[in-house]
């Protein structure tokens, strides 16, 4: 599968109802995993223990079929400021594309047992190594405004091969290289020594109370294997406050301890199990992916350089993947990419509450209600320290800020400058109840339903820049807001009925239906192209409060030698009807769309298992086969229509057209079909025919030892 991601080319090149990307764009991972643990477990004396844990895994996450020959990759878009329409050649980010990794763990647990006392001490070491070769845009990324401009400028390369000038502007051209001479591919190394010391004591004041409380303190230290670039060192940057700031290109996280305190409970009132209290709070710490630090490594702009020019005649095409790449400088490149790390960053905490409350109800029924709270302490964040303060704004209902033509770089020789650092905006809660029965004929029943929000200020990716640009804004690109996750939860409602009973007598007989019911996803609004002129198409579209508040343009659609035209007023009566049926919209109106806000409808599912066990005692031991047959979705096998998710037909409803007389933000409707038949948009969603929206079956077969 080709990925969609903006950070090389214009991204959303993955193959949907309006485009159809070609089989060689596709890539693959490979997913080798290997692993080995032993633990040791020792009683010391009689109220004393240790637990000893001694792991190493090592794993190749690589794609496959990275070596050339390449073919560059080719976007061909269905008209200016339009969607993708078909895309081939080599995958963006799959030339060379590496992932080797490997990690030694070391966990001891030491626990002194008093009367009313649990104490435990422990330390976890962990040693990781990564290899990672990542040479995105190597093959080189040619993007098109159409297709008969491609033909234009492929038909000119046959003509006149050692041509220096294109036919036709090309919407964005990108090659990166390698900058280091004698280097066979751009590695970047990384390693890290993550240590780790806690303390807890576990206490039973009386006979249905345990409290529980603890520390732990970490301290992650990465050893400095980027190429430092003594030309960014001295550059002058913008940091999220706008204050003037300089960074280190060569310098990883320093050793920033991290502290954990906990502390939990879990009381059984009146000590009958009929009614059991639970929670506790705390600072959790975990790991950033270590992709976040290595991105650092292979972009200092001396690893590698990176070429990026929009709009441009002066790439014309080329099949040889290497024809634009300069020679190797072993210092700074001519043009680069930044990924830098703030001085502070510290790795991800977040601070969680839970509670929740366990009771017997009358008829045997059981009933569980829960709350849970986390809010960001140090979350993810980037900014692109190398966007300059906007120059002017938009007038009219859209007021946002405006970068200006060609003024959105502090350094025009410097693609982006991105920056890790942390925020502690980010939050989430969810809430849920069920209830459930045990029976004594062998039936089983439970229903339950949860609802929950997440919101953060950006959802991290694998590679920094994709992690910006990507991240959808309104105002400040370095200044986000709290907004919905991609992963929002929303509600839920689900339920699940077993019957068990031993008809044969050589083994339990289970029949399981379970449902579930919960919306299909979220979406973001937002234009086509980059409306604010900051350098990315990540801008959330305002929904006009009235028609008086919109301003299209003239839109006139090209399809080979037909053309078609749509009047302003033509697509104010299509939007207004296109806001009307859309239940996110005709509720926000007047309003910026939120990232993420627009939950997709609802879908209910069920899931029919059936299996078998079958047991026999070898040695004196029992032992046990299973054989299991799952029925998937099996709603949609009773009903194709049922069980069917919908999915968004555009998130991307308009494309900015500049500005008016009077400054004010213009833009143009998205139209599907090709002309002479072309349609304005007129719904907001679609059914989805992938392999989790039709029935599906398994067969399953497992054998139980026990020597």
Known sequence: ?????????????????????????????????????????????????????????????????????????????SGPNQPN??????????????????????????????????????????????KNVFFDAAQSIYVYNSLADFYTDANGYLANPTRTVSPVTLRLFQVRYNNIAGLSEPVQPLDVLYAGAYAQDEWRPTRNLTLTAGLRIDAPKFKNTAYDNAVADTMTFRDASGAPVHYNSGALPGVNPLFSPRFGFNYDVGGRQNTQIRGGTGIFTGRPAYVWISNQVGNTGVLTGFISAANTTAYPFNPDPDHYKPAPTDTAAGTFRLALTDPGFKFPQLWRTNIAIDQKLPWGLTGTAEYLYSKDVNGIAYINANLPAPQTVFTGADGRPRWTPNNNKIYANVIDAIVLTNQGRGYSWSAAASLERAFQSGWFAKVGYSYGASRNTVDAGSIAT??????????????????????????????????????????????????????????????????????????????????????????????????????????????????????????????????????????????????????????????????????????????????????????????????????????????????????????????????????????????????
Request: charged letters at 15%.
């Open 1 to 77: 599968m080709i990925s969609n991601s903006n950070s090389d080319g214009l991204g959303f090149r993955r193959s949907t109802r309006t485009s159809l990307n070609f089989a060689n764009s596709n890539y693959a991972i490979l997913e080798n995993i290997r692993s080995i643990v032993g633990e040791w477990n020792s009683s010391l004396g009689s109220n004393k223990s240790n637990n000893l844990i001694i792991g190493y895994n090592t794993s190749n996450e690589s794609r496959k079929n990275i070596k050339g020959p390449w073919f560059p990759e080719v976007e061909i878009l």
């Open 85 to 130: 329409y078909t895309t081939f050649g080599f995958e963006p980010f799959t030339p060379d594309n590496q992932l080797y990794y490997h990690s030694y763990q070391l966990q001891d647990n030491f626990t002194l047992y008093l009367p009313k006392h649990s104490f435990t001490l422990g330390v976890s070491v962990e040693k990781y190594h990564s």
């Open 466 to 707: 994709g992690s910006w640009s990507g991240n959808q804004i309104v105002i400040d690109p370095n200044n986000p807001v709290a907004a919905n996750s991609q992963f929002y939860p929303g509600g839920r409602v689900f339920g699940a009925v077993s019957y068990t009973r031993d008809f044969f007598g050589a083994g339990p007989t289970s029949v399981t239906v379970y449902f579930d019911g919960h919306s299909g996803g979220t979406d973001s609004y937002i234009f086509s192209n980059d409306m604010n002129g900051d350098g990315v198409t990540n801008d959330l579209i305002y929904i006009p409060r009235n028609i008086g508040e919109m301003n299209f343009a003239t839109l006139t659609v090209t399809s080979g030698a037909n053309t078609q035209t749509f009047s302003p007023a033509q697509q104010v009566a299509a939007w207004e009807a296109y806001i009307n049926q859309d239940p996110y919209l005709r509720n926000h109106r007047g309003e910026y769309a939120g990232r993420n806000a627009a939950l997709r409808p609802w879908y209910y599912r069920a899931d029919l298992s059936f299996s078998q066990d079958v047991g026999a005692k070898i040695g004196g031991q029992p032992n046990s086969l299973q054989i299991r047959l799952d029925f998937l979705n099996f709603t949609n096998f009773l009903k194709s229509d049922w069980g069917v998710s919908q999915t968004i037909v555009t998130s991307r409803p308009l494309t900015a057209a500049g500005v008016d007389a009077n400054g004010a933000s213009r833009y143009t409707l998205a139209t599907l079909g090709t002309a002479p038949n072309a349609i304005l948009i007129s719904k907001s969603y679609q059914k989805v025919a992938t392999t989790a929206d039709v029935w599906r079956m398994q067969l399953g077969v497992r054998y139980m030892f026990n020597w």
